[in-house]
């Protein structure tokens, strides 16, 4: 049992830790790094790159939202805790994975022995002999460092996609028809898996659309989330996590920490709380959209709404039996 002084120090300390951990988030930018070799610090998954749901990860173990083995990633001194300085640190990594001090010197306790899936019976089947007018071309190069490559993900993100004009989406240079290139197909990142963000006019109004989410009984204490929407149809003023971002989400959930990034082709959205839950079908956030010069009206179906990582009151893992929604009232 709780004595009221030890209730009210949790609530405090609680308390200060949502307030440090949302004012790492709040300063993320875009940019995305992509880091040769694996144990980053804040790497859950040692896909060689930090991702925006992997430092929100280490902030929910910083909150005592998630436990330690969440991502062992995250701490860096493997001590079992994962301190605030580790929190800026995951985001230092996200900001640029070659930072000095990004590389984790050791690999985290539980992960030395693990070694990447290997991939090698897939080797890609036999094409014809090359025209003798041309030798072999080489492969893009990676990067302009010496370092090697990331290692291969079981994501969308390894293999380029050609686009118009014979543009390579995902070589890391922006071509014709391209707008921008990270070097992956990837998408929740600084750019989309067509490389391609659609500018807009505002056309003076608005398109308010709920984004309801499915639990499936849970009760949830931590929800992130990737809502991609139609650019150029419609759009959110600002980028990143800038106050003009902030004021176009609304109706969020009382009680819980928000992180809230615009990518401009797709809003990631971020709640935690130690004590209040999100529960079956609710709707959690509005987002308010300026509608596109000349574009049609949005529809729900322009709208795709992916659950990235959901954790009940018992700190389990049900991102499998969560789903969202966005509906166009
Ligand atoms: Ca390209
Ligand atoms: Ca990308
Ligand atoms: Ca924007």
Do not use: W
């Not at 000349?294 to 709404?305: M, V, Y």
Request: hydrophobic share 35%.
């Amino acid at each position: 049992m709780k004595s009221a002084n030890k209730v009210f120090f949790m609530n405090h300390r609680f308390g200060s830790r949502m307030r440090a951990a949302l004012g790492c988030l709040a300063i993320i930018p875009l940019l995305a790094g992509n880091a040769a070799g694996a144990i980053l610090q804040g790497d859950c998954n040692e896909d060689g790159m930090v991702a925006i749901n992997e430092v929100v990860r280490c902030a929910n173990i910083y909150l005592e939202v998630l436990p330690p083995s969440a991502c062992l990633a995250c701490d860096r001194m493997g001590d079992d805790s994962v301190t605030i300085d580790d929190v800026v640190g995951c985001s230092n990594c996200y900001l640029d994975a070659q930072g000095a001090n990004c590389r984790m010197s050791t690999p985290p306790p539980g992960q030395a022995t693990n070694t990447p899936i290997a991939t090698s019976t897939n080797s890609p089947p036999a094409t014809a002999t090359p025209p003798s007018t041309e030798t072999a071309t080489a492969p893009p190069p990676p990067t302009r460092t010496a370092t090697p490559p990331p290692p291969p993900t079981n994501t969308m993100a390894a293999t380029p996609t050609a686009t118009q004009s014979n543009a390579i989406c995902g070589n890391s240079m922006i071509e014709t028809g391209e707008t921008c290139d990270d070097g992956n197909t990837a998408n929740g990142d600084a750019c989309p898996s067509t490389c391609i963000i659609n500018t807009c006019s505002a056309a003076g109004t608005t398109t308010s659309t709920n984004v309801n989410v499915q639990t499936s009984g849970n009760n949830l204490r931590s929800i992130t989330l990737l809502v991609n929407y139609p650019d150029g149809t419609v759009n959110i003023p600002g980028t990143g996590a800038d106050s003009f971002v902030q004021g176009r989400v609304t109706n969020r959930p009382g009680g819980f920490t928000p992180t809230i990034v615009d990518l401009n082709y797709a809003l990631f959205a971020s709640f935690s709380s130690a004590s209040f839950n999100i529960t079956n079908n609710q709707r959690i956030f509005v987002v308010n959209y300026d509608r596109c010069e000349g574009a049609p009206p949005a529809t729900a179906e322009d709208f795709t709404c992916t659950v990235q990582e959901a954790i009940n009151s018992s700190a389990q893992n049900v991102t499998g039996m969560v789903t969202c929604s966005v509906a166009v009232p």
